[in-house]
Structure formats: structure tokens, C-alpha cells
């Protein structure tokens, strides 16, 4: 007896499906290239060049002035009164003034020197941060009621 072996997924007494060889079809002559000219795009000319844009220096701008002197703290006598006889509470006032913490005063050193360099920065004051930390080191008070008349003369306390 002869066993046939039978494909697991056909149905049983049916043909099996045999592909038959086709080669593929390959012309027998190459297609003649011709090329077709089209019409270029048209062309301009750029007339309009290029302009030089001057570099934007923000830390070179600083062209104002303090318009009120380091030495011009007794102006105001209650003002020149309250930073004498109330220290914190004047600073913590001014860095209210200046949108700062009012913890800030007590907790970081030389925090006066910090709120000078920002006024100067936002007023564009020219000044560098060493001669903020010399006035701050040297003459605090002044300087406070200094940064505080700058923040009254331009409208900002």
C-alpha cells in the first residue's frame, strides 16, 4: 500500500496547485531618449541687498545718570530718619519697592550691593557692580535712600 503525503491545510482528493515558471518580461529594444527642451523659469535679479543691522548691545546701553546724589540722603529729613532709626524696615520696605522678598534682606549678606545692581540694571544707570559693592561697603544708608529717591523721582515707589 502506498501512503500519499497530504498537505495539512488542503482539502483531501484535490489537485495540488504546481506555479508554473513565467520569465519576466524584458523588451527587446532599448526606448530611444529624446529630450524635450522646456522653457526656463524665468530669472530676476536681486536689487534690493542685503542692509547692516548694528549688533543689539543690552549691557552697553546703559546711558542714564542717577539723578539724584550719593550724598544727597538728608534731602528728605523723615526718610534720611526712618532708614537711621529703622533699619530693617526700611530695607525691607525698599525691597518691596523693587519686587524682592522682603525675607531677602535677612537672609542674604550684601544684600544691599544686590538691590543697587538691580535698580541700576532696570534703570539702565551706568555703574558697574564693583562701585555698587565700594557705596554699599562704605556709606549703606546713603546708598539705600540713594536707590529709594532714584525710585521716587521716576514714579516707581
Known amino acids: 500500500m502506498a501512503y500519499t503525503q497530504v498537505h495539512p491545510f488542503s482539502a483531501p482528493n484535490q489537485p495540488q496547485y504546481q506555479p508554473q ?6 523588451p527587446q529594444y532599448e526606448p530611444q531618449y529624446q529630450p524635450q527642451y522646456q522653457p526656463r523659469a524665468q530669472q530676476f535679479a536681486v536689487t534690493n541687498q ?3 543691522q548694528p549688533q543689539v548691545r543690552p549691557f552697553h546701553d546703559f546711558n542714564n545718570n542717577w539723578t539724584v546724589g550719593l550724598c544727597e540722603c538728608c534731602n528728605n529729613c523723615g526718610q534720611c530718619c526712618y532708614a537711621y532709626f529703622c533699619w530693617c524696615c526700611f530695607v525691607g520696605s525698599l525691597a518691596k519697592d523693587i519686587d524682592e522678598s522682603i525675607c531677602s534682606c535677612c537672609c542674604l549678606m550684601n544684600v544691599l550691593a544686590v538691590y543697587r545692581m538691580k535698580v541700576r540694571s532696570v534703570l539702565k544707570i551706568r555703574g558697574d557692580s564693583c562701585s555698587d559693592c565700594c557705596v554699599v561697603c562704605w556709606c549703606p544708608c546713603c546708598a539705600a535712600l540713594q536707590m529709594r529717591n532714584e525710585l521716587k523721582n521716576r514714579g516707581m515707589a
Do not use: E, L, N, R
Open 21 to 26: 515558471y513565467q520569465p519576466q518580461y524584458q
Open 50 to 52: 542685503p542692509q547692516y
